[in-house]
Every structure is written in structure tokens, then in C-alpha cells.
């Protein structure tokens, strides 16, 4: 079945700590795959995708996340955050082609304290 | 970025009423609207995808019937809770996807919390 899993639930950091958060899918076929957010009290917006191409994918804000198919993983990465980093992220997965059907992680609650 | 635009953000009901949740594009035009649900410490689940001048098409498990889908303009979707009961209680989301269904970026709605009594 298809599915997206992300390890850490609840991370909480110093601002100017690295970031690293896990995100693994299992799905048949070519893969899209997301990287959303949710600062406080907004919607949910877009961080980063990957299509295809460069395995790397930088997004807004700094973020970036490498797509390494031999372990069916996405890991967002920031190498210094801040306390605006504060957030419920969202690994996602898609078939290519067809955005439509997402399949959600479970997000990862982030709390960058000053 | 484009906007989605989601009302009520939060309501409260007595068990047995219907509920309507409004779904607008306000700076797109969107023939396709996803509704998601999502429950307490779960992912987002896809419930239904609404079209518009079409009927929605429902993921697997989700009752049609208690959940309505009307997508009445390019702008404009509603999702109607129907004789809601406490465990329809829950985190609604839409989205529109600005550039084609299936690859245009999503844009969500700040999603609404419906508590049913």
C-alpha cells in the first residue's frame, strides 16, 4: 500500500541548529513527492517539490531536501533555523502525474525556541 | 501566492443538524476542489474531489450521501455535513489546484473545525 511516513513527531531546537526531517514513502512507480508547512494559524503552503531532475531541491525560505531513491527517501533539511522556522511540516506523496491524490504524512511539529 | 479561502473556520452544532463549509478561490478559477479530513494525530485524508458543473467524486469509505459536494461556480465548492453525529467531528480542508488538476500547485484553505455535540 502506499504511504508516507515521517519519523520525528515533535522536534524542538535552538534557533541556529540544524535541521534534518525524516520522510519516507513506499509507492509503486514514479514518484512525486511534497514538502508542505503550517506556521501558526495560517494555511498550508508549499515548501519544496520534487518532479524530477536534481535529486536536490531547494525551496523557499532557505529549506532545502534531497530525494534519494535507493531509500525511498525525501528529508527536508535547514542548516540554520530560526525561531520564524516554528511549524507543523508535511511530507506528501504522489503519483507523477496525478497530484491530485496525495498521500499525507502524519507532520512533524517543529518549535525553534530564541 | 493564490488563495484559498475556507468558512467557518470553526463551528459548533447539536448532533442532527447539517453543516455547510464553503470553499473559494478568490484570486483563481477552479474547475477541480479537493476536500480533506483530518483526525486527531492522522494525516490528511482525501475525501472527495469536487467539479465543477459535475458531480463529485468520492475516495472509497466516505459516504456520499452524508456528505454533499456541490462545486457551484469556477470559484466556489461546499461541503455539506449531513445529520452530523459527534464523530463526524473534525479538521475539513479543501484545496485548488491553480494550473490544472492533476499538476498544478495545490493551494489550501485555512481549513474548519467542526465540532458536532
Known amino acids: 500500500a502506499q504511504s508516507v511516513s515521517q519519523h520525528n513527531h515533535h522536534v524542538i531546537l535552538s534557533e541556529a541548529a540544524s535541521l534534518e526531517l525524516g520522510c519516507n514513502y513506499s509507492y509503486g512507480g514514479t514518484v512525486n513527492l511534497f514538502w508542505y508547512v503550517q506556521y501558526p494559524g495560517q494555511h498550508l503552503q508549499l515548501l519544496l517539490k520534487y518532479f524530477s531532475g536534481d535529486p536536490l531541491v531547494k525551496g523557499i525560505k532557505g529549506f532545502e531536501a534531497e530525494f534519494i531513491k535507493s531509500k525511498f527517501s525525501f528529508n527536508l533539511r535547514k542548516p540554520s533555523v530560526q525561531w520564524s522556522d516554528t511549524a507543523e511540516y508535511f511530507c506528501?506523496?504522489?503519483?507523477?502525474?496525478?497530484?491530485?491524490?496525495?498521500?499525507w504524512g502524519l507532520g512533524t511539529s517543529l518549535a525553534v525556541n530564541p | 501566492g493564490a488563495v484559498v479561502s475556507q468558512h467557518p473556520s470553526r463551528v459548533i452544532c447539536k448532533s442532527g443538524t447539517s453543516v455547510k463549509i464553503e470553499c473559494r478561490s478568490l484570486?483563481?478559477?477552479?474547475?477541480?476542489m479537493f476536500w480533506y479530513r483530518q483526525f486527531p494525530k492522522q494525516s490528511l485524508m482525501l475525501m472527495a474531489t469536487s467539479n465543477e458543473g459535475s458531480k463529485a467524486t468520492y475516495e472509497q469509505g466516505v459516504e456520499k450521501d452524508k456528505f454533499l459536494i456541490n462545486h457551484a461556480s469556477l470559484t466556489l465548492s461546499t461541503l455539506t455535513v449531513t445529520s452530523a453525529h459527534p464523530e463526524d467531528s473534525s479538521f475539513y480542508i479543501c484545496?485548488?489546484?491553480?494550473?490544472?488538476?492533476?499538476?498544478?500547485?495545490?493551494?489550501f484553505g485555512e481549513g474548519s473545525r467542526l465540532t458536532v455535540l
Open positions: 506528501a506523496a504522489s503519483n507523477a502525474g496525478n497530484n491530485r491524490k496525495l498521500i
Open positions: 484545496s485548488a489546484p491553480k494550473g490544472g488538476s492533476d499538476t498544478g500547485e495545490l493551494f
Open positions: 484570486d483563481f478559477q477552479a474547475t477541480t
